[in-house]
């Protein structure tokens, strides 16, 4: 998961915190349904699979008798660690307040049992205070897709093929589309659809070609990864598939002098302008129209 869904860590202090005042406050029915709510929803966000720092234990998780239901199997089971957090709250809560009355009763004086309680309470949630996130610049949109000049190589019902394609992980083909309003589509991209089966399962992104899996071999690798006559003619017949009319490789992208050097050998000498390289196919696709 990316650090957006990291939601399933609580510390070992406040687990401590919130057994203690499960312990201490037992008898209350509103401590009884907090711990009920807590063991359920954390028992079912070990997902299908129970892991040990990132490492999977081969323990079925509780998540595995349910995760083929429809409607259930797409629910992130991660998430439910969002429905523990709350109750856990309310737990410490209920046990700051415990501790002060406990120690005001004791000393008969109000204030030391207020300030033991808030400093347990403190205690309990440093391990889960904010970390700095880093973060990277948003790429610009090259010149290329902001001023238009992608009207001269892209015709109606034509698609752009960004090299690579976008995934989830890297998006920014999408806002080449924001800044041209939309007047062209991509192939593939970061949306949920079926996954092409007879089951018509869903997934992340498009099913991969032959093209985008090559493409994302050698961005991942940053050298050329090498193709067959057979691969080439696959290459063409994904082009037509997906009606591209241009392949666009941004300068400045991560591995763009592999990128650009081995789709130079399978589709010649691109085009250098607005910041990109472009490689007009439309002699080998416009018949796919």
Same mark, same amino acid.
Do not use: K
């Given at each position: ?28 029915? !509103? ?6 709510? !807590? ?40 998430? %439910?660690?969002? !429905? ?65 000049? /992608? ?32 007047? %062209? ?28 899996? /090559? ?11 090498? !193709? ?62």
């Amino acid at each position: 998961m990316n650090r957006t869904e990291e939601n399933a860590f609580f510390g070992v202090p406040l687990w401590v915190a919130a057994g203690v005042t499960a312990v201490a406050l037992r008898r209350r029915v !509103v401590v009884q349904a907090l711990v009920a709510v !807590v063991l359920v929803s954390s028992w079912l966000s070990l997902g299908e699979e129970v892991t040990l720092h990132g490492t999977p234990l081969g323990v079925p998780g509780p998540w595995a008798l349910v995760e083929h239901l429809p409607v259930v199997e797409n629910v992130l089971p991660t998430r %439910f660690a969002l !429905v523990t957090l709350p109750a856990l709250g309310v737990l410490l809560a209920l046990g700051a307040e415990a501790v002060r009355r406990a120690v005001d009763r004791v000393l008969d004086l109000p204030g030391p049992g207020l300030a033991l309680g808030l400093s347990a309470a403190v205690l309990a949630l440093l391990p889960v205070l904010p970390t700095p996130l880093v973060v990277d610049p948003r790429p610009q949109v090259p010149a290329f897709f902001s001023e238009g000049t /992608w009207r001269e190589v892209v015709d109606p019902g034509g698609s752009v093929l960004a090299a690579p394609p976008p995934t989830v992980a890297d998006a920014r083909a999408l806002e080449w589309q924001a800044a041209a309003r939309w007047g %062209f589509p991509v192939v593939a991209g970061y949306f949920v659809g079926p996954d092409g089966s007879a089951e018509r399962a869903g997934q992340y992104g498009a099913t991969p070609t032959g093209l985008t899996v /090559w493409l994302a071999q050698v961005a991942e690798a940053g050298s050329a990864v090498p !193709v067959s006559a057979e691969d080439r003619d696959g290459f063409v017949e994904d082009l037509r598939a997906g009606r591209v009319d241009a392949i666009v490789l941004p300068e400045d992208r991560p591995a763009a002098d592999a990128l650009r050097t081995s789709l130079r050998e399978v589709f010649g000498t691109p085009e250098h302008t607005g910041g990109v390289y472009v490689w007009d196919v439309r002699a080998l696709t416009d018949g796919a129209r």
